[in-house]
């Protein structure tokens, strides 16, 4: 029995011993590491092996990149051909005029850009007004290309990838799907140039509607009834105008400062929708078949015109349409909603339900029975339309401490002040919703996705482009890009 336990004893210790020449260093390690002690008789797992890549990419892939590489270069060379067969007809192009004189021709110089297939380019004529000095590039003008700049689709892709992900992950992105390599500053000037692009259109439109002379879109049935979501939610914005640069290449500069409430700006967001557009998933789950979002980082006339504006496109308002607008307590919200003459007030239910909340957590104790009693019966009287007997309930609590005296003031205040925003009851039977959910995540989808990832800053200008663009994807009008002219900025 000895010789066989110390047999296995020895065996155990030949398993835990790292095997011989798997180490390919062999000068002496400096530190020892401490061996784990083996327990008698135990015999250890084999240690996992180190997972092997493949030699080669699978065939498909592999074939699939040859294609690419193949005809990669017959793409760039037919746009090439294309952009020299229009260079060739310039001088058969009408001369631009300034100054109410045709413009000289002054000189041609080669400009090129990058194409999603690779730098193209042209020799451009550029042309010079006598009278102001003023100079014009009509060929670069009519092909909306940037020299030096990504133009074209490549632009629009980059505008893509840096409205859904940071500018350095969307550099890579792009060096992934499209074969292009770009830094992460191209992509954020791609998304500047876009973004302005879109964010003039979508404001000239709401002004262009917010004039009693404009026309809206044609629609034979105007919906009887649309539902209208407003809230806010805080944006960081950047302490300095400028970015900080390093003085040199090994300068480490210090954090950035805490953003302080000063800092904050508040993005407003609109989600509009047609009641008889849910889909009933299950009793308690209703999926929607559109929704249109705004957004902007502007006062409350802003967020309003863009929603009448938005209404006015969509041909979702008529003279007998009924605007059903939820939204919180918030007094900037509801002073503006006369603007609608057919409206229906709501007060958000999960605002409702939150003053209940801090009044009961203060009575009864945090996470108490007694406080999920009472909320639950309040919570089923306010859906039952009972808003005045609750009223007059609450009246006759008598709180224990000063702290729940104070949380039920302000809850009986919220709920007069609201009482006619709060026939629970008849909002659910009419199907128009009681909660401020679809508002909540579109929050959510349009804010917190791209613009409040950890340590993000913000210029308003920044913030209001990439909003713009945001908003034209995830209202599924991306394709509108092709059809905006790309802002160009001065180096
Ligand atoms: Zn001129």
Redesign the pocket.
Known sequence: MRVLATVRQLLSRVRVAPEAGACSDTRQPTTVRKRARVPKGHVAPPAPPRPVLAALASKFVRLEREVLERFRPQMQQAIQDELDALAAAQGQAHRPV??DRP?RHHDSSRKSWLSWAGRVGVRAWRYR??????ERYPLLEALEVEPGQPSGLLARMLGLLGCVASYSLAAEMSAQLLGVKVNAMTVWRAVQRLGEAVARHTEALSRYHADSRSQASESAHPPDVVVATVDGCALGMQVRRKRRQRQSAEEILPPLPPVEDGQFREVKTGVLLLPSERVLLSPDRRALVRRVLVSCLGDADAIFNLLWAALRELGWIGPQTTVVLIGDGAEWIWKRATMFTNRCEILDFWHAMEYAWDYARLQFGEGSRRADQWTARLARDLKAGKILTVIERLKTLAPTSKESREALDALVKYYTDNASRMRYDEYLRLGYGIGSGSVESAHKQVVHARLRQAGMRWSPEGARRLLALRLLLLNGNWAMADQLRMVRFAA
């Open positions: 300034c100054c413009m007004c006598n009278l102001c000095g003023g």
